[in-house]
Every structure is written in structure tokens, then in C-alpha cells.
């Protein structure tokens, strides 16, 4: 039967051609072992598309070439080399590769180089059971041509290219040579020298000398490299947008970043005078009042721009770099005097600045400042910043920097700063009364003292517009505002009423707003530096009387004004709303009037904001309360969808009480949705361990229970991390065998992983986990343990796993490892049933132990049946880097196979050998020895059998033989059929992968946007027949065949003896008659027939005790082998019964499970529809 694959190389390899073979078959005829072949594999998601080379799809490029590169030859009676070292192979087709730890390297031979990741390997059997296998390993790419358009492989397992980064400094520039960086730093190295040999004292020359020492520094380097034949540096200016010019600007960076310490303390003596009375200035001076600049408008976005300029300027004094120092002023003005209504982050950290940003700064629209209004808002920046070393940092800046040529903009910021400074010194007088007349202000605000904000209020309001400002046209709306108090802001931008509210202060508030110059404009637009209300701050404070004595004011509005003030956002796009949980009693007075869709700045919405507050008291009520508001708003019709997170969060998500849960259950909304992490509502909360929304989720039928997350885990995987609660509850629902989409992991590997011992001992005692199962790298969960009592654990579960109690002690070999010296160990463990597992015995024996052992008892009891012991594998350590995982395990089950052969075996599970073999911790060939020796006194009675005994035992051993024989093929047979039938399983799997792909592209984008596309996912997973127990099925029946040669061997090894008995009695008959016949003449020749009498009696004693020893033999092998054989059917009938019992079980189990998930899809399916 012709078996197709999706893999399309495993296709062309194992497809029959015209002549009725295989790819491999035609390699082993001519003259290629299996054991010399190791198989590289492209998995199937990557021979997807075209290749990107000539454009034609891979099925039509792959030929007998491109197959030939991935075989590689390695000679079986050549050294493995050392573990996990490089090694080099060679292709049947001729061709090298080099195998360095994952990664495959293409090398001689190949049109290009490249390279693939090796993933895990698997031993690949024919449909011919009698065949040997091959080893395959699949790599995540080929090694031949690239792929275009081709299905990605998860990240777990892919190879990530890095995009190469932008050079920024001159040490990226010379990484890689190394010795010019030196040259350099001998370079600074000696000016440092020279400027501390400067006279410190001669402050008139000092700040030139130590100038022209840089600017002679700088030059000294660009000489160097213009000296140096360096052929990466040019070839990287061919390659980039990098000229001469942009290199001179690096080593000039460079070299001031590397002399600024020392610089910069020398600048800071020189003008320390300066640096304090400048610091003086500004801190007398820095409650001054944006609303005391002279500036015609002030809105939200002026103080917007205010605020970001100051906080881009206090980097200001952190550069040590005079073009950053002066980029960043650049873009402080920027911010300042641009006509854009916000500059994003992303322009505030690129050094690019916009050089046109002063072009017309004078034209701006009536809503804009112009640049005449820059020297103010300036000055406020630099007095909020209070920089302390301003003036050295201004010297450093202007006066250090050499290459760059100063443009009309650069030299505008400079001297505007300049202005700045030069303001603060001269007219610090004025600025400090302004500043002492609003510092007075704001501590009688924060006191609550009436009588003092009565007096301040009536006084004249200060302003220094004559300081900037001759000729101004706008004088009497500008005495408008300064005379209106309302409108000033403190130091933190908060208002007069702003500031009651934050100090809890309500005698000011209530002083304020019952005011006569007061008016409801204020309230409806005053915001504090977060953007926040007066409503929005005084519900953030928990003030009351401030939120009460608001919403009395607030009822002047109209309905809409007060819908739209409700409505208002702040920096983070959050409104009243989004508050109430500091006071919940609003939700229920305010909650018909708010927008409960509004969103903030992460996606959130009041209700979900509302669920995520756990620690508050009032939670439940609180949140049972908003759901009664939006079903009254929105007509008793919640959607839940309507409340995600920019995280993907819905409200199913962040629920963290059980009535509130099922209060949303009974809403409109997807109860499977994903966030961002691929986590649906089941996984998050798993995740969490709440096992009791966990218990309500799984109670209702819409929720699909194995939804996977991006990295393919589901609830039962993330229980695995140590939560046995929310385990016992998935367990009841959930395949406990279910596997990680990418890695294959169980709930038990995970649980290894995570080190719970608790989850390990749940699943393997509570619910029969698989220990030995592998994921897709072949790893068994104890393979992944990194602690000893995991370890242990695991070993004592793998020893008395499926023992049906019928001996006292059990014996296994639990694992098998691989040491420095590629030398294959198990590890086998015994102990009694029930005991103490600190009791159990350790000890390790060889593969030539082994060997040993079963030829020690093959030349011993040669009476007997003795399984056979023949590893026809491959070395795992065949690659060296990455050992053969499946041929591990292979050499594993050859090893136990044997082992539990001989511990049911009627002579041999009492030897005092094999017993000493498994328990003893003393050299195998010790032992042997020594029960070879004890062997020798060993005695067969001797006895003659007659010729139709010798026929019975002839005829017992044939048909023996003959069933046997009969069993062994219809066990080939039904090997047959399971591997067929796995592999059928294998290549649905991999088409509806290969499917469900195709269903992601963009062309049916629209099946994610209805929800199709999640349940198709859904039937995929359970419509695909999972493979692993077939697979267990095929190794039962695999570790069959050498129990099967063991026995047909012990029935052949009779045939020499009973043909020598035949052939005696026959020539005995033919003697007698030869006797009875001969008749000698007149007793003529006495002497020679005395003689011949003689010798022939001689030669029948001797033939007499050989014949008897070989009839003792084979009378005591017919009787042993008669018992052996009815004991081994009984035994071996019990396990094959049992293992098909197990399979059937199994199955009707695993059909229900599937069941029962495709009826939760179509639910889901209905769902969708409706929606």
C-alpha cells in the first residue's frame, strides 16, 4: 500500500517510483547502509510557497540533487567523537556539512552558504517490520535554495536575524579595530595631560587654552584616520548615508564625551560666581505665573507645550556632548513655539530636529504663539527646571563645539537662551515681587486663611510684560485676565480652586466659588498639569464637600454642558467616570449621565477599570451597581466586547468575584476571546489560580476549554505551574495528555518544569499520566528535571509503573544517559511494591553488560528459550552535538524489553544472577564470572531416550516452531495496519496545519473578523486523531519481535542433537543386522574379527556416552521448553490482552473527550451566528 505524506520531501524519499522503490531503497542497492545514513528533513511548514529564486512552487524543485544534500554518510565503524563537539559530515552526493551544537552549516559543495536549526530527531520504521530504521532529524529550513512567502515556524524554534542598528558612536564605528580606539585615547590622554598643566589661576586664558588643546585633538585624530588604510571604513561609506563629515562629528563626540569630567570641572571653577547667582536668581523667581507672561491666550495647549519643554529641558544639563546639549535646547524651542498641537514622544527623542521649525514663527494664526512670545515662555522653562550649573553648561555649549557649522537656527536658540539669561540676572527685582506676590498667594490658599486671600485678592496684580514687550496691542484683554485670579497657576500648574482641592482646603473653595468675580466658564475649564477637572480631582482626593458644592454649581449648566463636562479627558483620555471607584455612591447619582464606552489612553473603560479594583471593599456592589447603570443606558443589553483593553482584556478577564462573573455570563459577549497573549477568559484565570471562576467557566457549554495560547499552552498546561486546585477541576473536563501546539509538552513536563511536586504526584497517582511521553524534541518529562527529588520521583513512578503486583520486588530500567564519553548507561532502579522509596537500589550497567549477561545465559542454558538482545540501532551519539534522543529511548526499550522478559521467565526471574545484576552495584563482568565458575559442577542426569521420544520432542519443537512463526506474522501484519494507520493520522495532522495556514493569509481575513477562523481552529484540533496511542500500540508490538527471535532461536538449537540421535539409532539398526548376517568360513579370520569386535565395541561406548549426554539434553530441553512455552503464553496472552484492553479504553475516552469538544465548538459556532 502506497502511503502519502505532506511533508513533500519525506514524499519524494519514501514515494515508490516506476520500478517499485523507494528513494532510500535504490540507495541501499547500491551499497548504502541505514546505518551509515543520517536523514535532514525540511520541515513541511517551510517547503511551503515558492522559491524565491526562479519563483516555481517547492513541490517541483525538490530533485534528486536537493534530496542527496540533506543525507549525510557517517561510517559506523568510525570514533563519535567527543560529546556535543563540532563535527564535520559528508553527503551522499559529495557534499560537507558542518554540525555545531543545534545549527547545521552548509559548507563545501553548496552554490551558497547557509545555515538551519536542527529540531529533534525520530527514527523513522518501514512498513517492513524486519528492516532497520532510519534516523531523521528535521531542521526548521532547507539547506538548498530559500523560500519565499513561506508558512512561518514559531518562534520557539526559529532563527531570529537581527536588523542591523544605525552607527550612532565612534565606538560602533572601530568595534573591530580595535587598536585605532587606542590610538585615540593616547590622543585625549596626553590633552588631559596638557590642560592639567594649565594655571588654573588665569581664568582670562584658561577657558581658550583648554579649547584649542580639544580642537587640536579632534584634528590630531582626523589626521590618524585619514592615515590609516582601513578598507571597512570605506567600505561602510559606500554602503551608508555616512560621509566624512558625519565620522569627524563622531570622534569630535567622542572625544568630548571622554575630557568632559575634567573640562567641565574646570569650566565650573572658572564660572562657579556666575553658576550661583544665576541658581539665586531662578530660585527667587520660580513662582512666576504663565499667566503673568503677556502672553494674548493661554490655553490647554500652551501649558501642554510648557510642561513637555521643561521636561525635555532637564536633560539639558545631563549630555556631556555640546551638539546634544545644543539639540536639546533646540528642541526645548521647538516644543515652545511650534505650531503642532502636541509633539509626540517619538519627536522629542529623535536628535533630528525639524530645521525649518522656525520658519515664520512670526505668521502664526490667531490660536498660535509667535516667536516674539518666545523669550517669556523660555524664561519659564528655564526658571521651572532650576538647572544648577546653567551658565557653565551654556559656556560648554557655544564654545565647544568645532566641526559643526552653526546654522541661522542654531544661532537663534543660543542667543535666545542668551536673552534668557541676561532677563534674569537684570530684572530679578521685579520677577522676585511677582513671585513673592503668588507665593503669598497659594500658602493662603493651602492655609484656608479667608481673610488673607481676601486682602491678596483686592491688591494689583503684578505683571512684567514691560519687561519684553514695548509695543503691545493687546493691553486690555491682557488687564482682563491678570486681574482675574481664577486663572493663575502654581508651580505644579494647579489652580486657586485646583489647589483647595488637593490641600482639602474647603473654606477656600467655598471662598472662591462663592466669589462675585466667579463664574461657571471656571469650573467648565480649569485643569490641572494631568488634565484633570476640578470634579475629576476632587473625586480622586475622596473630598466630598468639594464633589458636592461642584455638582451644585454644575446644575446651572445646560443638560449638554454638563454631559460634555462629564465627558472631559484627561492626559491619559480618562474622565469622570473612570474615577467613581473613590466614590461609589456617584455611580448610582451620576451613572445615567456618564459615558461608560469612553476609553483611556490604554483602551480602558470605566467598567473595566471597575473590575479590576480587587482590594477595594464596596467591590462586588460597586461593580453589580455600573452593570445595572449600562443595562438601564443601553436598553437591558450589556456587550461585554464593547469593554477590552488595548491587552485584548475583556471584562471575562479581569472579573475577580464569582456573582459579578455570572452576571456578565448572562450578557451579550465572547466568553472565549483572547487577549494579547492568547490567553482567553479560562487560561487567564487559570493563570491566576482562581479556581472558583475557573469552576463557573467550566460549568458553561460556550467556553472551549482547550483554547490554546500563542505559545500553544492551555488551562491544564498553566495549572501544571504548581495550582492543584484549579488542576483537580480541569482534569475532570481536559485530556491530561493534551500537548503544547509548538513543543509538545504535557502537564506533567510543565510540572517538572515548575518543580511541583504536588502536580507531579496528582497526575501520575490521581490520573495516570504518561511519564515516558516525549515531546517533540524526544524529551521525556524527566528528562527536563533539574532537581534530584523530581528526579527521584520520577524514577520511583517509572519503577512500579503498570506492575500488576504479581512479584514482590520489581525491577527497571528507568533511563538512559549518555556520559562525556558517549558511553550509553541505564539506569535501573528496583524495589518491592508499597515500600519505603528511600529502600529503593540504584545501579548502572553498559549496553556491553548486556551483552554479557544474555551470553552468559545463552551459553548456560542453552536447554532454554532466552529473548534476544540485538540493538540494531545507529549510535545516539552519531552527532555529537545533538545525540539521537529517539535512538536513546530506542535503546531504552531494547533494555527493558529484555529485562522484563527474563524477570517472567519461568527459569530465569529466580537466577541468582540476574538478581545480582540488578541489585548489586558491582561490576558486570564481576559477577558473571563468578557464576560461571559456580556453573561448572552443573549436571544433566544421563538417560538413553528411545526413537519415539526423539520423534515427539521432533515434532513438539516443529510445531512449536511453526506457531511461533504463525504469531510472529500476524503480528507483522497487524504491525502493518497500526502503521499505516499512524501514519494516515500524521498526514491529516499536518494537512489541516497545512490548511488552517492557508485560512490565516489575508484573503480570508474576513473569517477572523466574524470568529469563523477561532472555531475552525477549534474542529481542527478535535477532528485530528491524536497518534500517541497507536504509537504505544506499535512499540508493544515492536518490543514482541525480539521475544519472538529468542524463541524461534531455542527451538532451532535441538535440531543438531536430535539429528545425531536419529542418525544413531538408524546406523545402531543397520550394525545389528550387519551381525546377524555375517558368516565366517570353517572360523577363518578369528583374529581379525576378535578385532574388529573390539574396535567396534570401543567406538560404541564412546558414541554411547556422547549420544547419552546429547539425549539427557534434549530430554531436558523438551520438558524445560514444554513448561517455558505454556508459561509464556499465559504471560505473554495476559500482557497483549491487557494492552489491547488499554487501547480500546483509551480510545472510547479519548472519542468522547472529542465529543464532547465538538459539541462546545458547534455552541460556539451558534454564537457567532447570532451575533
Known sequence: MRIGYSNIFLNRLFSLDENNKTFVENLISRGFSVYEMIILVPIAESLQGLEENTGIPWMETIDEDFIQSHILKSSSGSRYGVYRNIKEFTTINGKTVIIKNDFVYSDKGFSCICHAKLLYDMLYYSEDQNRDPYLIYFLDRPLVKTSEKNINVSESISISNKPIEKITILQELLKSHSSVIQKINRIISNSLKKINLLDKSDHLNLVNNIQQI???????????????????????????????????????????????????????????????????????????????????????????????????????????????????????????????????????QNKNYNENMFQDVSNFSKDNLGGDYLIPLLL?????????YLETDFIYMSHFSFLNERKGQELYAISSLEAVLHHILHQKDKLKAISNYNLRLWDSVKSGDINILDSVF??????????????????????????????????????????????????????????????????????????????????????????????????????????????????????????????????????????????????QTPLFIL??????????????????????????????????????????????????????????????????????????????????????????????????????????????????????????????????????????????????????????????????????????????????????????????????????????????????????????????????????????????????????????????????????????????????????????????????????????????????????PEQAHIIIERNQRMNIDKEIPKQLISIEEVNDADFFFKH??????????????????????????????????????FLQTPSFKFLEIKGHLFVIEHFIDNLVLKT???????????????????????????????????????????????????????NLLNNTRKKIQLATTKNNTRSMQTLLKQSAKLHYTHINLITELADFYNTHIQKIQNALKNFAIATLQQERYKLNQLQRTFLILRNYNMD
Open 458 to 603: 483686592k491688591k494689583e496684580h503684578p505683571s512684567f510684560i514691560s519687561m519684553f514687550f514695548d509695543d503691545f496691542t493687546y493691553t486690555s484683554k491682557i488687564s482682563s485676565v491678570l486681574k482675574d485670579i481664577y486663572y493663575y497657576k502654581d508651580i505644579n500648574g494647579n489652580s486657586a480652586i485646583m489647589l483647595g482641592i488637593k490641600t482639602k482646603q474647603f473654606s477656600s473653595i467655598d471662598f472662591f466659588l462663592n466669589h462675585s468675580q466667579f463664574s461657571l466658564e471656571i469650573i467648565l475649564n480649569d485643569h490641572d498639569i494631568e488634565g484633570s477637572t476640578l470634579l475629576m480631582a476632587a473625586i480622586k482626593y475622596e473630598f466630598k464637600e468639594a464633589i458636592n458644592i461642584l455638582l451644585q454649581k454644575l446644575k446651572e449648566c445646560s443638560e449638554d454642558e454638563f454631559t460634555n463636562y462629564l465627558a472631559q479627558e484627561d492626559k491619559l483620555g480618562r474622565t469622570v467616570c473612570h474615577f467613581l471607584f473613590h466614590e461609589p455612591y456617584l455611580i448610582l447619582e451620576l451613572g445615567i449621565h456618564l459615558s461608560w464606552k469612553s476609553r483611556d489612553k490604554y483602551g
Open 1028 to 1082: 500517541h496511542l497507536i504509537t504505544e500500540l506499535i512499540h508493544t508490538i515492536q518490543q514482541t519481535e525480539n521475544v519472538f527471535t529468542g524463541l524461534l532461536n531455542a527451538f532451532e538449537r535441538p535440531y543438531p542433537f536430535i539429528k545425531e540421535l536419529i542418525s544413531f539409532y538408524k546406523s545402531s539398526e543397520k550394525s545389528l543386522v550387519i551381525n546377524k548376517n555375517t558368516s565366517w568360513p570353517l
Open 960 to 997: 512449536a516452531k511453526n506457531n511461533i512463526g504463525n504469531m510472529k506474522h500476524a503480528y507483522y501484519r497487524l504491525y502493518r495496519i497500526l502503521y499505516i494507520l499512524e501514519f494516515s493520522y500524521l498526514d491529516h495532522q499536518m494537512s489541516y496545519k497545512l490548511f488552517f495556514h
Open 380 to 388: 519659564l522653562v528655564v526658571v521651572r527646571t532650576k538647572l544648577n
Open 611 to 920: 473590575s479590576t479594583l480587587y482590594d477595594h471593599p464596596n467591590y462586588k456592589t460597586m461593580f453589580l451597581n455600573a452593570i445595572k447603570i449600562v443595562q438601564l443606558i443601553e436598553n437591558n443589553t450589556l456587550n461585554v466586547d464593547d469593554h477590552v483593553d488595548d491587552n485584548g482584556n475583556s471584562l471575562f478577564h479581569t472579573i475577580n468575584d464569582s456573582d459579578c462573573l455570572l452576571a456578565l455570563l448572562d450578557c451579550k459577549g465572547d466568553i472565549n476571546k483572547k487577549n494579547n497573549h492568547g490567553y482567553t477568559p479560562l487560561i487567564y484565570h487559570t493563570k491566576s489560580g482562581n479556581s472558583e471562576l475557573v469552576k463557573i467557566l467550566l460549568n458553561d457549554k460556550r467556553t472551549y476549554i482547550n483554547a490554546k495560547d500563542k505559545n500553544g499552552f492551555t488551562a491544564l498546561h498553566f495549572s501544571a505551574q504548581g495550582n492543584l486546585d484549579v488542576m483537580n477541576l480541569l482534569t475532570e473536563v481536559i485530556n491530561i495528555e493534551e500537548r503544547t501546539s509548538y513543543t509538545g509538552l504535557t502537564a506533567l513536563h510543565i510540572a517538572v518544569q515548575e518543580k511541583s511536586l504536588d502536580c507531579i504526584n496528582y497526575l501520575v497517582r490521581n490520573k495516570s499520566a504518561n511519564i515516558n511521553a516525549l515531546d517533540y524534541k524526544g524529551d521525556r518529562p524527566v528528562d527536563l528535571a533539574t532537581d534530584q527529588e523530581v528526579v527521584d520521583l520520577l524514577d520511583e513512578y517509572a519503577l512500579f509503573m503498570n506492575n500488576s503486583g504479581k512479584h514482590k520486588r520489581v525491577v527497571r530500567a528507568v533511563r538512559a544517559i549518555i556520559d562525556n564519553n558517549c558511553i550509553v548507561k541505564f539506569i535501573i532502579k528496583s524495589g518491592f511494591v508499597n515500600g519505603n522509596p528511600k529502600n529503593l537500589i540504584t545501579v548502572i550497567r553498559t549496553v556491553e553488560d548486556f551483552k554479557l549477561l544474555y551470553k552468559f545465559f545463552i551459553h548456560e542454558y542453552s536447554e532454554s528459550w532466552i529473548p534476544s538482545f540485538h540493538i540494531d540501532f545507529s549510535h545516539p551519539c552519531i552527532i555529537p552535538s545533538k545525540p539521537s534522543k529517539s535512538i536513546l529511548q530506542a535503546f531504552l526499550d531494547c533494555s527493558n524489553t529484555f529485562l522484563q522478559a527474563l524477570l517472567h521467565h519461568s527459569t530465569f526471574s529466580t537466577h541468582e544472577l540476574l538478581w545480582e545484576f540488578f541489585t548489586v
Open 214 to 348: 580639544i580642537e587640536d585633538a579632534i584634528i590630531s585624530c582626523l589626521k590618524m584616520l585619514r592615515s590609516l588604510n582601513l578598507s571597512s571604513l570605506r567600505t561602510l561609506l559606500n554602503t551608508t548615508t555616512l560621509t566624512e563629515d558625519d565620522i569627524g562629528i563622531l570622534v569630535e563626540n567622542y572625544i568630548c564625551n571622554e575630557t568632559y569630567d575634567i573640562v567641565f570641572s574646570c569650566l565650573k571653577a572658572i564660572y562657579k560666581d556666575n553658576d550661583l547667582e544665576l541658581i539665586d536668581s531662578i530660585t527667587s523667581m520660580e513662582h512666576i505665573n504663565i499667566y503673568q507672561l503677556g502672553l494674548p491666550f493661554v490655553n490647554n495647549e500652551i501649558n501642554d507645550r510648557i510642561y513637555d519643554a521643561i521636561n525635555c529641558f532637564k536633560q539639558f544639563e545631563e549630555t556631556k556632548v555640546p551638539s546634544e546639549k545644543l539639540n536639546i535646547l533646540m528642541k526645548t524651542i521647538h516644543l515652545l513655539v511650534s505650531n503642532t498641537v502636541k509633539i509626540p514622544r517619538e519627536s522629542q
